[in-house]
């Protein structure tokens, strides 16, 4: 079946631009997670949903970034005023019901010049 | 924050041989799992330990919970080369919030 997905792939944009990234889960996954890796270093949490509410924001550096599930299924990480730092693989999970195990999509690359 | 120390951070290794890696905190952790990260794909879980002292195999790879709740290692008998890649070891304190450790880097020499 079809696994996690994340779109786009890679996204290049200029510093100070507005950016957002989509994940789509695993059809009825009711959690949803979302991380950022940064070169050479493992994935660090940043927010979970359970369903359409954000569970466990506390990972979100700044107010800069936000995360919204309206529907309980799609996923959009919004991320304003890009900075060069905000450079990395930005990788969404889901899982069928929260604390269980976590499907990783491939990560959308996103590049701030 | 909470952080999982995570070593060796690379290792070198003849095919067929046993390779073992480990993770520790200074914070009790629930929940330990590990992960393997090929290039360009996300994180896929290996083994997940829900209990001090438990120990757990999947094929050639055994993990185990550590009795303090700080630590716990992976084991991989018998390397190949499709083992090459990175492992993490992640976990949880208490929620669901994942931290994840700086991963181990594996080179498999056929």
């Known amino acids: 079946g079809a696994g996690v997905s994340q779109t786009p792939s890679n996204k290049v944009t200029e510093k100070g631009k507005y950016v957002e990234l989509r994940c789509d889960p695993i059809?009825?996954?009711?959690?949803l997670y979302w991380y950022r890796q940064s070169l050479g270093q493992g994935p660090e949490f940043l927010i979970y949903?359970?369903?359409?509410?954000?569970?466990?924001d506390s990972g979100l550096p700044n107010d800069r970034f936000f995360a919204v599930r309206p529907e309980g299924s799609v996923s959009t990480l919004k991320i304003q005023r890009t900075e060069r730092g905000d450079s990395a693989v930005y990788l969404c999970?889901?899982?069928?019901?929260?604390?269980?195990?976590?499907?990783f999509g491939p990560g959308t690359r996103l590049t701030v010049l | 924050g909470q952080q999982l120390n995570q070593s060796p951070q690379s290792m070198f290794i003849q095919e067929g041989e046993d390779v073992s890696m480990n993770c520790t905190s200074s914070?009790?952790?629930?929940?330990w799992l590990w992960y393997k990260q090929d290039p360009g794909e996300g994180p896929v879980l290996l083994i997940a330990?829900?209990?001090?002292?438990e120990l757990t195999s999947n094929g050639r790879l055994t993990a185990q919970f550590g009795i303090t709740r700080k630590d716990s290692f992976l084991n991989i008998s018998a390397s190949i080369p499709s083992d090459v890649g990175i492992y993490f070891c992640a976990g949880h304190t208490g929620g669901f919030k994942t931290i994840f450790g700086a991963g181990t880097r594996l080179f498999v020499k056929a």
């Open positions: 059809s009825g996954h009711t959690a």
């Open positions: 330990l829900y209990k001090a002292g």
């Open positions: 999970a889901s899982s069928p019901v929260t604390g269980t195990e976590q499907f």
């Open positions: 914070s009790i952790f629930n929940t």
């Open positions: 949903f359970q369903g359409t509410g954000a569970a466990d």
